[in-house]
């Protein structure tokens, strides 16, 4: 394992416990969705000094956060109050709202953006017997164009675009099946053109690339999936099963698909010896886990959970969140 060193780092001031629920990587630096209801936004180079912007969301409890346009600092966010909010965090602090997506009462768990596709879609969790995916065209605001209530039966834990075809949405629940969808249809007996059925409650999943799905559930079964022709259709192509055990560790964050193509970095966790390991997910001849060239970080966030990290490969830097209230920064030793 390589190790980095925790070179900045802030902690946001609070009298009560405060938790930094994910970090969304930006071009102009990292911001942060914490359990104090705010979207912050940090200058990468000095965390120390404080937040570039601070602004308080009105979700009643803020569950989720993505990047509309990563490099023009556009962010949605949603939660308890159902409604989705747009900012854009060049502007003052006063006008960075730019959009109020309604037309949902129900808690929003998962949200996905196409900058491209001019879409962005919410994930409820299950209120009246449903759990629906709301999709607004931003160009014709403020209710959902579409609004998909039967594509799962639990709630709608993670959504995500494919990496090429800005029409075609990943879903996952926790009732346990990942969902390929085709939202240029409207009928919700046709719109799941994929199935894979990850038998536990999904916690994170995504496209790895145009083809390969990756799924980790809320008890750490990992497992990939391929929607390519000729593929075992819904059976998982690769299963790594319970990572607790593979890895020794006690929870995986999140799994992030790196930008180059190069396969995908697993952060994984183990609060009792305060550590916090990513591990490279390659592929060769198939996918396999790379340990010897882990990057590791030494403390991470004491005995609390990381809930999430990002890279930022040119700067060689990574940021890290968690429980503690702390955003830190990690550089390889110079």
């Given amino acids: 394992m390589y190790p980095l060193a925790c ?44 937040p570039l912007l601070n602004l308080s969301t009105r979700h009643g409890n803020i569950t989720c956060a993505k990047a509309f346009d990563v490099g023009g600092a556009t962010v949605c966010t949603a939660g308890e109050d159902g409604g989705v909010s747009m900012w854009d965090l060049r502007r003052d602090p006063r006008h960075a709202e730019v959009a109020r997506l309604s037309g949902n009462q129900v808690p929003v768990l998962s949200l996905a953006c196409s900058s491209a596709g ?11 017997h449903q759990a629906s995916i709301l999709i607004w065209d931003v160009r014709a605001m403020p209710t959902p164009k579409l609004r998909y209530q039967d594509v799962h039966s639990d709630d709608i834990t993670e959504l995500n675009f494919h990496p090429t075809s800005h029409d075609i949405l990943l879903s996952g629940s926790t009732d346990g099946l990942v969902n390929i969808c085709d939202t240029r249809i409207a009928d919700e007996d046709e719109v ?36 390519a022709e000729g593929a075992e259709k819904g059976a998982a192509t690769t299963d790594f099963g319970d990572m607790r055990k593979v890895l020794g560790c006690q929870y995986i964050a999140n799994i992030f698909v790196k930008s180059n193509g190069a396969g995908a ?12 390991e990513m591990v490279h997910l390659t592929k060769g ?25 990002c890279f930022y490969d040119e700067a060689q830097v990574v940021f890290s969140a968690g429980e503690d209230g702390h955003v830190k920064a990690w550089k390889p030793n110079s």
Avoid: C
């Fill in 285 to 309: 001849q198939g996918w396999d886990l790379d340990r010897d060239n882990s990057v590791g970080l030494p403390g991470a966030h004491s005995s609390e959970i990381v809930r999430s990290f």
């Fill in 265 to 276: 970095v697993i952060g994984a966790g183990t609060h009792d010896q305060q550590a916090f």
């Fill in 192 to 227: 799941v053109i994929q199935t894979f059925n990850h038998d536990a409650s999904i916690h994170h999943a995504a496209f790895l690339n145009d083809t390969e799905v990756f799924a980790v559930s809320h008890d750490e079964k990992l497992a990939l999936y391929d929607m």
């Fill in 118 to 128: 001019f879409s962005v879609v919410a994930g409820t969790e299950l209120q009246g």
């Fill in 7 to 50: 070179v900045d780092g802030y902690k946001i001031p609070a009298r009560e416990e405060v938790y930094v629920l994910d970090i969304i990587p930006l071009l102009p630096g990292p911001a942060t969705i914490s359990s104090d209801q705010k979207l912050l936004l940090f200058n990468p180079t000095t965390l120390k000094s404080g």
